[in-house]
Structures are given as C-alpha cells and as structure tokens.
C-alpha cells in the first residue's frame, strides 16, 4: 500500500495538467503516424512505379469534356482512341485494364484484366506467386492473383469459387490462385486525372480479382460479364528503339485527344507532393510533440522538487535513494507511456479494419511500423526527464535535502 501511495501521490496534485498532456500528446502522436503514413504510401507507390519498363513511357489522360455523353459512344471513343494509340509506329504497348463485379464470400469485389503491358509496369506489385504465363488455366480452372483484405487467408496454389453475376443468372466460376498482394492490398488504379500526376495517383486499396488478358480467358469471362473497359487514362510504353520524332508524334496525337505527363515529370511531381504537402502535414504535429515534451519536462520538474521533502521522510523511513528514485521515474514517464498505450491501440483498431475489410485506407500505410515512432518518442522522452531526479539525488543526500526542506 506504501508502494502504491508513492506511485500515485504526484497524481492527486497534477491531474488536470497530467490529463490533458495526456490527450495533446496522443492527438500529435496519431497526428505524427497518419503523416508517416501518407509518407510511406506515396514512396511505396514510387516503389511500384519505378521500373525500367516504364521509364519509357508516358501516361495519357483523355479529355473527358469531349466524350458523348452516351455510354456506348464513350466506350467506343475511348477505345478508338486507345487502337490510335496503339496504331503508332514507336508504341511497343498500352498498360491498361478491363474492369468488372464480381461476388464472392457475399461481398461484391472488382475484377480486371491485365494485359501485357500491365504486368509488366506492375511487376512489383506481386507479394507472393507469380503472375500469369503461356499457362493461363490449371486443370480448367483460369489462373488468377488475389488481392485484398478478403483473401488474406487465402495461400497459394489454392482454388476458390467466385460468382459472375450474369445479365441472366449467377455463375460460380472455379479458380486457381497462382498469385498474390499482401497488405497493404493496394492495386493499379488509373482513375485520377490531373495535371500534376505524381505516383500516389495509381494505387487504391480494395478487393481484386486479376485475371490474365487473353483469348481463353475472355472467351470464358464475356460468357457471362461485361468486360469492357472506358480506358480515361494509361500508360503509353515506348519502344526501347523509338526515335525522338516518333515519341513527338505519338505527343502531339495525345495533345490533340486529351493531355499526358512523361516519366520523369511524374517523378517531379512525387517529390513535389512530398515537398510541400506531405512535410507541411508534419509542421502541426511536430509543434504538438514538442510543447507536449515542454509540459512533461516541467511537470517532472515541479514534481520532482514539490516531492523531495516526502521523499526524504520516506528514505528515513527506510525507504531506499534507488526506491525513491524509481518511484519518481514511473511518476514521469507513465504519462508518456499512456500517451504510447493510446497510439498503439488506435493503430491496432485502424489495421484490424482494414484487413476484416470494413474499411479502406487510400493513399497511406498503416501497420505496426508505424508504432515505432511512438515507441522511439516515448523512450526519448522518458530518458530526458528521468535525467531530473537522477542528477538531484546524485548531487544531494537525502539528510542534506531533508535539512533544507526543514530549516525552519
């Protein structure tokens, strides 16, 4: 009881300043890790990208005020202007997908079609397996990479049943995982159209399907689902042995349909990004931390000196300088430790979300690495104010401090 009276007695006398250093110092270290976050994401999205195949290319936008406002004109402009793409002498290929719904475990999920081009751009995407070979069907069964919260129990070389969800019916459809994306389950996305494309604009978290884009597997897919595709925008790969007038006239043939941004702008505008947002996000934060580690510092301090003169009749008591010192230590750091406790359980609510799938996380990574720095902060802070009592008892005895305290 002795023990516990001593833990908690700097309490009684702070607990309206230690409560709220308690809430500003967990708001900024969430603040701090939801930034790290978006940091990571956008880097490992540079990651993705970043592969000699698709340094010799651009990305096309298409102009989406000049499409009809018919779905089937739209579709049939988008892939005129694909096949014009494609047409081009220096154009080794175009990286897009053809998208669809389908269902499985009761829950709607999406599925696309790589082509050549899209595996090749995204090779890197690939956790585990393989992606797709000459071979696109095991023992009937289309071959097929899995990608999502959905499937996090699934191994490789498992087979699972999905449904294609038909004009007329619902078709359970039998495949082979030969392939798979780990968390954080981010997958080729090309919906963003902007004018200052970076590499956070290419990756989405959600559940996939990737299927294999050929003949066979068309054939078996068009039985039942639509897949065709609108195709706003992809990247356009050069040949490795294209000529600088043949890439200007593929240029000029997109400046007149819609807009595109070359590899290295990409690049620029990644850094960019990071420059100016992603460092501005971690100016309000990083203020938080650093009043939060002003208050713990004097809140140590004050209790450091407001408890000397216990402290004292308790080490006459019996009560040891190493047990004086120690209680004063978990007095200080448990509001960091608090702070750290806070962190790691909404960290561990976000991750458990995202991979039952009841939520998605775009455009940041969110995991247990990101506790790290909580940790490292916690452990910085508790060493800096832990070195207050220490240097007091190190340079006064209990009987001197206890004689200044009561010289009156």
């Not at 499409?67 to 175009?94: M, W």
């Not at 393989?130 to 699934?154: E, H, L, R, Y």
């Not at 609510?349 to 902060?377: E, T």
Request: aromatic share 14%; with cysteine.
């Amino acid at each position: 009881m002795k023990k516990l009276h001593l833990f908690f007695s700097s309490f009684s006398q702070n607990l309206f300043s230690s409560f709220m250093l308690v809430v500003i110092m967990s708001v900024a270290l969430i603040a701090v890790q939801n930034v790290i976050g978006q940091y990571r994401y956008i880097n490992f999205s540079k990651y993705i990208i970043e592969n000699d195949y698709l340094k010799n290319s651009d990305y096309f936008m298409l102009d989406m005020l000049s499409l009809p406002p018919e779905y089937d004109k739209q579709l049939e402009y988008s892939n005129s202007i694909r096949e014009n793409i494609s047409a081009f002498n220096g154009v080794d290929g175009v990286a897009y997908t053809k998208n669809s719904t389908v269902e499985y475990r009761s829950v709607n999920i999406n599925l696309s079609m790589y082509n050549e081009s899209m595996k090749k751009a995204f090779k890197k995407q690939l956790s585990e397996g393989k992606w797709f070979t000459s071979q696109s069907f095991t023992d009937n069964m289309p071959n097929v990479v899995i990608c999502g919260a959905i499937f996090d129990d699934i191994p490789i070389n498992s087979d699972i049943i999905i449904k294609l969800n038909g004009n007329k019916n619902i078709v359970e459809q039998k495949v082979h995982v030969i392939g798979k994306i780990a968390y954080p389950y981010f997958s080729a996305d090309y919906n963003t159209i902007s004018q200052n494309v970076s590499t956070q604009n290419f990756l989405v978290q959600a559940n996939f399907v990737i299927f294999d884009d050929n003949k066979q597997t068309q054939e078996l897919l068009n039985k039942y689902i639509n897949m065709s595709s609108l195709s706003f925008s992809y990247f356009v790969i050069y040949k490795s042995d294209c000529t600088q007038s043949q890439r200007e006239e593929v240029r000029d043939y997109m400046d007149t349909v819609g807009s595109y941004a070359d590899y290295d702008k990409i690049l620029y505008n990644t850094e960019k990004e990071i420059r100016e947002n992603i460092v501005k996000q971690m100016i309000t934060p990083i203020f938080l931390l650093i009043v939060s580690t002003i208050l713990l510092i004097s809140i140590a301090t004050l209790n450091t000196y407001k408890k000397l003169r216990e402290h004292t009749i308790y080490y006459l008591c019996g009560c040891s300088r190493k047990n004086s010192f120690g209680y004063l230590f978990c007095e200080i750091s448990i509001i960091t430790l608090i702070a750290t406790l806070i962190n790691i359980v909404y960290v561990s609510y976000v991750i458990g979300l995202l991979k039952s799938g009841q939520m998605g996380y775009n455009q940041s990574i969110i995991d247990y690495n990101n506790i790290l720095l909580s940790v490292v902060y916690c452990i910085f802070t508790v060493a800096v104010t832990i070195i207050l009592p220490f240097l007091v008892y190190r340079r006064n005895t209990p009987i001197e401090i206890y004689r200044r305290n009561h010289n009156d």
